[in-house]
């Protein structure tokens, strides 16, 4: 099965993100059994912990040799907020600069709007292939499935989805899609898949590099359409960025004769000026880098230098539903870095498979159930895949409160729970909130408790709940409660419910 | 396609304006300078009054050698930096060239684009042959010669960068990505301090290209392995003062 | 100097003897402490888990409990974050509440940024003749910003053997509900803490929060360490005279 076939589309409609869709992984379940198996396996939990350790003290250096870090990133932070806030106006000014300098611009509802778009173009530009610069948008929309029905091959040119591409194999990180595979399995990959591959590769790194270039090469020199995404695309220009390492985006961007860039609507900036605040802050937060080796820049077409035919696919895709929500717009700030992945203790251990989109990790728990809505499990589950320990927040160039809107998300599951007519989740909070609003029933829930007491034994631990807690117990013994609440204690050591003012030495002050 | 493009606009206009109505501050908010009146008027006085207190340079120029700071950063990147008075520019382009014929099946053969400086070019021997782009090489020619030599636009000290325009003696974007070798004389007032500054120097209107190092992935593993797909080996060659054209 | 205690239900309800620990400093130090009765929970378990709405009474019945107080000492860091940053998100809508909440948010304070940052002490008597390694909780780092102040208590208490902790600023894996609603990747990161602490060597590790000393904790006494779970206050309580 290839990883086309791995996937699964979704209809349009669905749940609370009406214009999304994104292909969710085939049979995935949600979060915490999909969580369970990649931590069944050791061998991605080694590969997983080994880069994702190797890239957070490289970035955290990286950060540390800008001691104005804090400000790029609030600055970072107003322009995006500002942008979104005229969202409108600077597509519009985007369209018009593109359009003057030799381009077209195309506008895509969903997925499958973006995808047909795409697909015409391609094959009106004669290609029956076509190479790809790794792009977010394109995973999102599940274009290269979509290709392939229209009879167009797509080929993958970053090393990590052509490993990916060629493992039949799934994305894992925004950056790094095969960071769950370590070199012995890249090896394996290319020496089944590659006809190409030289007889006796080994699991060198600069080796397997140098077999993933001569593979690609005759593609990138004869291809007659590129697509690509962008990191950016200028207002008050019509400049598109790609930011890339390896060349192949270069590749792509100008070699074929026609270029089709997909981007969402939340990637336009105002101004040219804006380049010296997010190239700053996104190479030292993805790569841990002062630069990125390449950034592409183009202005629609240039006669005699790179693609002939330039089109810009804006693609909304569940994006403006997602500015309609107060709280959950910032996530439209994020620039893909990656940075969030990297510093996760709960992705380190689930994987990117888990999530159960091209968006895992951290960012992806807060963007895939808005563009996609909650309707469904997995996605009702990712707002939970974490312990709120804010790293993600911290390291987040544009100052995302991630944990902020993991919160809001799983007010919003809640409210959903509240509508069914049964949900003992929803009993259990309602009740709990009844007992803990009132300090009466909490003083007469700990007198109980302390009753209970023999759960415990001699140990005063107690080693085995019913479920749900026994996922605590399996692992962790849990405290008894003890024979007198603070409470109790205070109560009967120092007379009462004292509301009285204090008489300290330094009282009244 | 026009009614993807009303529909997209008018959904963006009521989820802002549904915004503006029942704005309330959260958690950690920072006040949006100026960004009260929202709607499409006033977008440009809003985004002029951005909080913008960041370094335009992290290393001052008046008291840090920039030239010095760009040969190391770029170092740093594993790009081979030499730095030469501007009257040795000539000797150093031959010498680097013909170093690198022992990698070369018969008479290397470098791309030089229209523009280039000739006397940047006045002492390459004769065993080195040197061809131009005019009528442009198929990139299939491109692939098979031995290097490209070109200047630049700009470059960044704070980050190693180079910036090209792909302006004169620079030439189209194919000509610096195709070839696998590529020596590239950066003049030393060419070098910025910082980002801004050099923003603040290129036409946007022109096609650009930053290169910090050669071709690079941290794919596998996320260890950092030099040469992918563009040039494998960058050499610079910064030409120090009294620029020679 | 009226300072309130504000002892969070699950320190009221499990851990008593961290509030007892915590009376028994500030008293030490010349400060009479009070416990309004009214106090109940800061509703973070329901605000977190999305049952907002179970919590909006809870933060009222907060500022109802603690208004008169010119400082609100906790020995929870990440209940005193709950209610200096999210007590007002609760409000919001109710003008009233908003104001209480408003003119209470500053005045709560996690017991070792009030002893250093209000108080202005760090050696507060303590003597602790123990090997001791410190977990910064992920709310009392990130959300609190206590920064090093539990670290400069520890240093000042006597006979303490204090051990730097292997990726301390990695979350031990509780969350809350994280920890029953994704059980096996918090045990993960549970066992992943519990090794780092048997590093150190110590014989203790101390927080600032009882939450995730409970989740540590029931790990270290699961697998048989030998090494206890105190809080921060505990140790700060200890004397030599055995008080």
């Known amino acids: ?116 778009v795409v697909a015409r173009l391609a094959r009106g530009a004669g290609a029956d292939t076509v190479v790809k610069v790794k792009s977010m948008a394109t995973q999102e929309t599940g274009l290269n499935e979509a290709l392939a029905a229209a009879g167009v091959t797509a080929i993958e040119t970053d090393l990590a989805e052509l490993i990916v591409q060629l493992g039949h194999d799934l994305p894992s990180h925004i950056l790094v899609p095969a960071i769950h595979r370590n070199r012995a399995e890249i090896r394996e990959i290319f020496r089944r898949e590659m006809p190409d591959a030289p007889a006796g590769l080994t699991d060198d790194p600069p080796r397997l590099t140098a077999a993933a270039r001569t593979h690609l090469r005759q593609a990138f020199l004869s291809a007659k359409a590129g697509i690509s995404g962008a990191n950016f695309a200028i207002a008050d220009t019509g400049s598109l960025v790609v930011v890339e390492s390896e060349g192949n985006g270069r590749m792509c961007v100008t070699l074929p004769e026609t270029l089709i860039s997909v981007v969402g609507v939340e ?78 203790p709960v992705y380190e251990r689930a994987g990117g498979h888990a999530y159960g989109s091209p968006y895992p990790g951290p960012i992806g728990a807060i963007l895939s159930p808005q563009l996609r809505g909650i309707a469904d499990p997995v996605d ?130 | 396609m026009t009614a993807a493009r009303d529909q997209i606009l008018a959904r963006i206009r009521a989820a802002n304006a549904a915004r503006a ?93 229209g523009g280039l400086p000739p006397e940047w070019l006045a002492e390459v021997p004769d065993g080195v042959e040197l061809a131009g782009d005019d009528p442009p090489l198929s990139s299939a ?38 070839p696998d070798f590529h020596l590239v004389v950066v003049r030393a007032g060419q070098v910025a301090a910082d980002l801004a500054d050099a923003f603040a120097r290129l036409d946007p209107a022109r096609p650009h290209t930053l290169i910090s190092g050669p071709s690079a992935t941290s794919d596998i593993e996320l260890i950092r392995v030099e040469g992918v797909h563009g040039p494998r080996n960058l050499h610079i060659l910064l030409a120090d003062t009294g620029a020679s054209s | 100097m009226r300072i309130g205690l504000f002892i969070t239900c699950l320190t009221d309800s499990l851990f008593p003897d961290t509030g007892k620990a915590v009376v028994t400093v500030l008293e030490r130090l010349g400060h009479q402490v009070d416990f309004p009765a009214g106090q109940s929970c800061c509703g973070q378990m329901h605000f977190n888990t999305g049952y907002r709405r179970e919590a909006v009474p809870m933060a009222r019945g907060f500022a109802g409990a603690f208004a008169d107080y010119e400082a609100i000492v906790s020995p929870s860091a990440s209940c005193a974050a709950m209610v200096r940053e999210y007590h007002q998100v609760l409000a919001a809508g109710d003008p009233g509440l908003e104001r209480e909440v408003a003119a209470i948010a500053p005045r709560v304070h996690d ?21 001791v390694t410190y977990h910064p909780t992920c709310h009392s780092l990130r ?67 009882n939450s995730c000393l409970m989740h540590i904790g029931g790990a270290l006494t699961r697998q048989r360490t030998g090494v206890a779970a105190m809080h921060l206050a505990e140790i700060l309580a200890r004397t030599e005279d055995g008080s």
């Not at chain 1, 002939?308 to 309609?324: I, M, Q, S």
């Not at chain 2, 700009?154 to 610096?176: N, Y």
């Open chain 3, 111 to 131: 017991l070792s940024v009030f002893l250093t940052g209000v108080l202005k002490i760090t050696d507060v008597g303590a003597y602790f003749p123990h090997r």
């Open chain 1, 267 to 344: 990637k336009v900036l105002p101004s040219w000026r804006d380049l010296e605040v997010f190239l700053a802050l996104l190479p030292r937060s993805s790569t841990a880098e002062r630069m990125n080796p390449y950034t592409s820049v183009w202005t629609g077409v240039t006669p005699g230098d790179g693609p002939r035919e330039f089109h810009l696919v804006l693609v909304d895709n569940g994006r403006t539903d997602t500015l309609a929500d107060p709280v959950g717009r910032q996530a439209l700030r994020c620039i893909r870095c990656s940075a969030c992945l990297n510093v996760c």
């Open chain 1, 1 to 116: 099965m290839t990883a086309a076939g791995a996937r699964r589309g979704r209809p349009a409609a669905g749940g609370q993100g009406p214009h999304g869709s994104m292909p969710t992984y085939l049979g995935m379940p949600a979060f915490p059994e999909a969580a369970r198996a990649a931590l069944a396996d050791s061998q991605l939990r080694r590969n997983l912990a080994h880069a994702t350790h190797t890239i957070r003290e490289k970035r955290a250096r990286a950060v540390a040799e800008l001691d104005d870090w804090e400000r790029l990133r609030q600055a970072a932070k107003a322009i995006k907020d500002h942008t979104l806030a005229h969202l409108g106006t600077y597509l519009l000014r985007l369209e018009e600069n593109v359009t003057r300098a030799g381009g077209h611009v195309h506008w895509a509802r969903d997925a499958a709007e973006a995808n047909a």
């Open chain 2, 21 to 113: 109505a029942g704005d309330t501050p959260r958690a950690g908010d920072t006040p949006r300078a100026g960004d009260t009146a929202r709607a499409t008027g006033d977008a440009d006085s809003a985004y002029a009054a951005l909080p913008r207190d960041y370094r335009r340079a992290h290393h001052d120029p008046a008291s840090t050698d920039i030239v010095e700071l760009f040969a190391g950063r770029a170092a740093d990147y594993r790009a081979v930096v030499e730095r030469v008075p501007s009257g040795a520019v000539a000797a150093a382009v031959a010498r680097i060239l013909q170093a690198r014929a022992p990698d070369t099946d018969g008479v290397p053969r470098f791309v030089v684009p």
């Open chain 2, 141 to 178: 020619e491109l692939d098979r010669v031995a290097g490209v030599v070109t200047g630049c636009a700009v470059a960044i000290a704070e980050t190693g960068t180079i910036i090209l325009d792909h302006g004169p003696a620079q030439g189209r974007r194919a000509l610096t990505l195709v």
């Open chain 3, 143 to 209: 959300m609190l910003r206590v920064g090093d102040a539990p670290l400069r208590l520890l240093r000042a208490v006597r006979g303490l053997d204090l051990a730097a902790l292997p990726g301390a600023e990695t979350c031990c894996g509780f969350g809350g509900t994280f920890s029953v609603k994704n059980s096996d990747v918090s045990a993960a990161m549970c066992a992943d803490k519990v090794a780092a602490i048997r590093q150190t060597g110590a014989e203790v590790v101390c927080a600032a929060d």
């Open chain 1, 380 to 509: 009702a589950s990712l707002p939970f895949a974490s312990s709120l320990c804010g790293a993600c927040y911290e390291v987040c160039p544009v100052a995302i409160n991630i944990p902020e809107v993991l919160v809001h998300l799983r007010a919003r599951v809640a409210d959903g729970k509240r509508k069914k007519i049964i949900s003992s989740e929803r009993a259990v909070f309602q009740a709990s909130g009844w007992v803990l609003r009132s300090p009466w029933r909490l003083r007469a829930a700990q007198r109980a408790g302390a009753a209970g007491r023999r759960l415990a034994g001699r140990s005063g631990r107690i080693r085995r709940l019913p479920p749900p807690l026994s996922g605590w117990t399996d692992t962790r013994d849990a405290p008894a409660p003890p024979p007198e609440s603070f409470r109790a204690w205070w109560a009967r050591t120092r007379g009462g419910a004292s509301r009285g003012r204090g008489n300290g030495q330094d009282g009244g002050s």
